[in-house]
């Protein structure tokens, strides 16, 4: 589970098998908690694409009574601090922390009248219905960007058009760019014919690290103070990057100092540098927002003048099975950056075509980003009210009816 929706890849069972377990079927508007592993997880069943869901003995479910009680008020209660506070706290220890049906049906909760819930539902509820647009809109552009990445530099769509006969520029481009004159610039840059190699003719494999320099991260020693206050820098580590809805990095859950920045010989990476979680696990993606010191499970690519974020970013995604690849560990998989560098992929000799790519793509990516900073500033603003609505600190201000 993860937001307001039960969601993911769902298992199914027989119609029959469903009627056995008819105490486990949960429908449209019930509350779906964890009992176990992940304590304090709520979510709402949605109304679609299934009408019931069969849930498993790891979670329970709780049904409101709709005449007093409004299903998204009571999620969002549920969600709050105070009552996961009250989760945690009431806990059963033994063994691994869980709760039970007992415990959850003798869980105190406020009854406001039912139209002051609905007011604080609907309120926090647009909050998340545009963190929700944004993440949707940057899911398209980050797919945009990808697929004409792919279309040029993975599967030389344009060349293949213009081997096969193909005149039109737009058509050439695949439709990716329908301007018929910047099309036309961009065509001119793809050759019309495959050399003996299979590559487009003038293209060669190219070594990630002919392009950008890779560097790594180290953690300044816990045992000194003085490498983590004043803590003054950001200071990343994979688990920053696990639980990311964008690619978009702007904070870190830990700082350093001078003195630890120091101890780092990569020092400061620049806004725009693409982090590559490097082990445990590999394949966090993100593109910093502030300048960044990263640690050992990273591998840190910043932009240059003729190679930019967005380039980096689609390499890396595009190129992900040979980065898997080439790790290595007997603890775990990692990928050494002496194993990265080495890394190719198909590019022309007349860079163009990148910075052209670049031109074309940072634009997306900057909508992107600018989107994901809007989502951080929904998210801060529903968070900071969430326990105020809550707790009746603040009010929602009555709908004033037109003259």
């Known amino acids: ?58 979670q329970m479910k709780l049904t409101v009574n709709r005449e007093i009680a409004c299903p998204i008020f009571y999620y969002y209660l549920f969600s709050s601090e105070d009552q996961q506070a009250y989760i945690f706290n009431n806990a059963i220890q033994t063994g691994v922390p869980h709760t039970n049906l007992g415990i959850l049906r003798n869980t105190p909760v406020p009854l406001p009248p039912l139209s ?57 481009m695949g439709g990716l760019t329908p301007d018929p004159a910047r099309a036309a610039q961009l065509a001119a840059l793809f050759p019309a014919a495959f050399g003996d190699d299979g590559l487009p003719v003038g293209w060669t494999e190219t070594a990630i690290g002919d392009l950008v320099k890779a560097q790594g991260g180290s953690t300044p020693s816990t045992g000194d103070e003085s490498l983590w206050a004043p803590a003054k820098h950001y200071w990343a580590t994979p688990k920053d990057l696990s639980n990311m809805n964008d ?71 595009a190129n992900m099975d040979k980065i898997v690849a080439n790790a290595n560990g007997s603890t775990f998989q990692e990928i050494s950056k002496k194993n990265f560098r080495p890394i190719t992929s198909p590019l022309p000799a007349d860079r163009r075509l ?50």
């Open 1 to 58: 589970m993860g937001g307001r929706w039960v969601g993911g890849d769902f298992a199914f069972v027989s119609t029959g098998k469903a009627e056995n377990l008819s105490s486990n079927i949960a429908q449209p508007d019930d509350l779906i908690f964890t009992q176990r592993g992940t304590l304090g997880q709520v979510a709402l069943v949605p109304s679609a694409p299934y009408d019931r869901y069969i849930i498993s003995q790891s």
């Open 116 to 172: 002051v819930q609905r007011e604080i539902a609907q309120l926090l509820s647009s909050l998340d219905d545009k963190i929700e647009l944004n993440r949707r809109l940057n899911d398209t552009l980050e797919g945009i960007a990808q697929a004409i990445f792919r279309d040029w530099f993975v599967d030389f769509g344009p060349t293949r058009r213009k081997a096969a006969g193909e005149a039109d520029p737009v058509a050439i």
């Open 247 to 317: 690619l978009a990095l702007f904070n870190t859950a830990r700082q350093i100092s001078d003195a630890g920045l120091a101890k780092i010989t990569s020092g400061l990476l620049p806004v725009g540098s693409v982090l590559l979680s490097s082990r445990a696990p590999i394949g966090y993606l993100a593109i910093a927002q502030v300048p960044v010191a990263i640690n050992q499970g990273f591998i840190g690519l910043a932009p240059t003048a003729e190679v930019g974020s967005a380039y980096l970013y689609c390499w890396c995604k």
């Open 354 to 403: 990148i910075s052209a790519f670049v031109d074309v793509a940072e634009p997306l990516f900057a909508r992107l980003i600018a989107g994901a900073s809007e989502n951080r500033t929904l998210a801060e603003t529903r968070d900071y009210l969430l326990p105020r609505l809550m707790s009746g600190t603040v009010r929602v201000a009555p709908k004033v009816e037109a003259a």
